[in-house]
């Protein structure tokens, strides 16, 4: 049996000397989705910066491929980490953002920007500044480095906000295809969405 | 072949070409230094010689605080639109993004300073030995200041009151540079040759270089933590 692409053992987590997270333990294999789900406050953004390496636990341990995670040494290639915010320097255009990112990053991109923003719809504003760009253009932007980098573990932490309806549909069938290739993606939403694998959902108590 | 790893390159040609798109953060520090410089003869009494020797600590002094103001938008940016944990969770070495970091600083706030000391000096009057040793002494303490303040930016950015924090640690170790950068200068123009300051200031940058894009490094993961 292969090795879980994701370990979470034991963990708790606090945000800003508040615990939010207590004794949480899972699993993630290849093919799988897990959706984190719970209200606000329940620690959903916090759990995922601990998954990729942003923060450490409190207790426990976060493992990737076997390999303990820790906040000085991320391991880039094992990991794409969506988060709240796009990432995305204002006064450059989509293009030169990813670009950036292809030339500094370890490992190599898999895929260039100009395809990855094809495919996304974004041929046309691939060059406008991102400041002059929608809130749903730049999510859209910020979800190219899914396509651009290979890495088997995805987290996105509300991956669908801000994005019209065929662009949902196309984040959808790229945690579809994602899955077929035996990746694993932990997601925190509060939309529903629609994906040909069974989603594990883990709801998260607000700890008073 | 270039002459500094890829992502030094891209990383100070990132910050370029950004600074250049919203050239206001370029021109702030450039006019506070040449309003301080301007404001200053009006200040102090009309007595023959008094103001051109000291000048060149005038010069010093509007170049330090300029270059410390401009340094509270190194990280800023990056840190407010999620861009620096992009750069920290691509894999990039963050010791060569500091690196970048500060070198595109200096060029957009360092450099143009000691280049602009040059015409300023000249118009208060100093002589042509002092005006060449301010602007050599104004380059290497700007590349020095742009190098440690970088480390400290990225320790600063995103806490409640970072700039004022910012300042005020950057301020202890940008002071020796004021004293030896302004010493060297003034003894220019007594005619003395200033090697003892510019070895000094000479090794404070090759120390700076060899430090502070590790403490830079070390300084963003504490934040992003």
């Given at each position: 049996m292969s090795k879980p692409i994701l370990e979470v053992t034991n963990i708790s987590l606090s945000r800003a000397q508040n615990l939010v997270v207590r004794d949480l333990s899972f699993s993630v294999s290849s093919g799988e989705i897990i959706q984190l789900s719970g209200s606000n406050g329940s620690g959903k953004t916090t759990i995922l910066r601990a998954l990729a390496g942003l923060i450490m636990p409190d207790n426990g341990r976060v493992a990737r491929l076997g390999e303990k995670v820790g906040n000085t040494t991320p391991s880039s290639n094992s990991v794409i980490y969506i988060g709240h915010r796009h990432g995305l320097e204002e006064n450059l255009s989509p293009l030169e953002n990813l670009n950036f990112l292809s030339q500094v990053s370890t490992p190599s991109p898999i895929r260039d920007g100009v395809s990855v923003l094809g495919t996304l719809g974004l041929k046309t504003s691939m060059h406008v500044l991102t400041t002059r760009l929608s809130a749903g253009q730049k999510q859209r932007v910020s979800l190219a480095r899914l396509l651009m980098f290979d890495a088997p573990l995805w987290l996105l932490d509300e991956p669908f906000t801000a994005l019209d309806t065929s662009s949902k549909k196309q984040l959808e069938n790229m945690i579809d295809a994602h899955l077929d290739r035996k990746g694993a993606v932990v997601l925190a939403t509060h939309q529903t969405f629609n994906c040909k694998s069974q989603v594990i959902n883990y709801s998260l108590p607000v700890i008073v | 072949m270039t002459l500094f790893p890829r992502t030094v390159n891209e990383t100070t040609s990132r910050e370029l070409r950004k600074t250049f798109r919203n050239p206001s953060e370029i021109f702030y520090p450039l006019i506070f230094f040449v309003l301080v410089l301007t404001m200053f003869p009006f200040a102090i009494p009309p007595v023959p010689g008094?103001?051109?020797s000291i000048a060149s600590g005038i010069l010093w002094t509007a170049a330090l605080l300029a270059i410390s103001l401009s340094l509270e938008t190194l990280f800023k940016a990056d840190y407010r639109s999620g861009a620096l944990e992009v750069i920290h969770l691509s894999g990039a070495d963050l010791v060569l993004v500091g690196v970048g970091k500060s070198l595109g600083h200096w060029i957009?706030?360092?450099?143009p300073i000691a280049l602009l000391a040059f015409?300023?000096?000249?118009a208060l009057d100093l002589n042509f030995l002092t005006l060449w040793v301010l602007v050599l002494t104004l380059m290497l303490g700007s590349a020095t200041m742009?190098?440690?303040?970088?480390?400290?930016?990225?320790?600063?950015?995103g806490l409640r009151g970072g700039g004022f924090l910012l300042v005020m640690l950057t301020l202890p170790f940008f002071v020796p540079l004021l004293i030896f950068g302004s010493s060297a200068a003034t003894n220019a123009s007594l005619g003395i040759v200033p090697e003892a300051e510019l070895y000094f200031l000479g090794g404070m940058f090759v120390l700076s270089l060899t430090v502070a894009p590790w403490a830079t490094a070390h300084a963003i993961r504490i934040r992003l933590g």
């Amino acid at each position: 049996m292969s090795k879980p692409i994701l370990e979470v053992t034991n963990i708790s987590l606090s945000r800003a000397q508040n615990l939010v997270v207590r004794d949480l333990s899972f699993s993630v294999s290849s093919g799988e989705i897990i959706q984190l789900s719970g209200s606000n406050g329940s620690g959903k953004t916090t759990i995922l910066r601990a998954l990729a390496g942003l923060i450490m636990p409190d207790n426990g341990r976060v493992a990737r491929l076997g390999e303990k995670v820790g906040n000085t040494t991320p391991s880039s290639n094992s990991v794409i980490y969506i988060g709240h915010r796009h990432g995305l320097e204002e006064n450059l255009s989509p293009l030169e953002n990813l670009n950036f990112l292809s030339q500094v990053s370890t490992p190599s991109p898999i895929r260039d920007g100009v395809s990855v923003l094809g495919t996304l719809g974004l041929k046309t504003s691939m060059h406008v500044l991102t400041t002059r760009l929608s809130a749903g253009q730049k999510q859209r932007v910020s979800l190219a480095r899914l396509l651009m980098f290979d890495a088997p573990l995805w987290l996105l932490d509300e991956p669908f906000t801000a994005l019209d309806t065929s662009s949902k549909k196309q984040l959808e069938n790229m945690i579809d295809a994602h899955l077929d290739r035996k990746g694993a993606v932990v997601l925190a939403t509060h939309q529903t969405f629609n994906c040909k694998s069974q989603v594990i959902n883990y709801s998260l108590p607000v700890i008073v | 072949m270039t002459l500094f790893p890829r992502t030094v390159n891209e990383t100070t040609s990132r910050e370029l070409r950004k600074t250049f798109r919203n050239p206001s953060e370029i021109f702030y520090p450039l006019i506070f230094f040449v309003l301080v410089l301007t404001m200053f003869p009006f200040a102090i009494p009309p007595v023959p010689g008094l103001f051109n020797s000291i000048a060149s600590g005038i010069l010093w002094t509007a170049a330090l605080l300029a270059i410390s103001l401009s340094l509270e938008t190194l990280f800023k940016a990056d840190y407010r639109s999620g861009a620096l944990e992009v750069i920290h969770l691509s894999g990039a070495d963050l010791v060569l993004v500091g690196v970048g970091k500060s070198l595109g600083h200096w060029i957009i706030s360092g450099l143009p300073i000691a280049l602009l000391a040059f015409p300023i000096g000249w118009a208060l009057d100093l002589n042509f030995l002092t005006l060449w040793v301010l602007v050599l002494t104004l380059m290497l303490g700007s590349a020095t200041m742009s190098l440690t303040g970088a480390s400290i930016s990225a320790l600063t950015v995103g806490l409640r009151g970072g700039g004022f924090l910012l300042v005020m640690l950057t301020l202890p170790f940008f002071v020796p540079l004021l004293i030896f950068g302004s010493s060297a200068a003034t003894n220019a123009s007594l005619g003395i040759v200033p090697e003892a300051e510019l070895y000094f200031l000479g090794g404070m940058f090759v120390l700076s270089l060899t430090v502070a894009p590790w403490a830079t490094a070390h300084a963003i993961r504490i934040r992003l933590g």
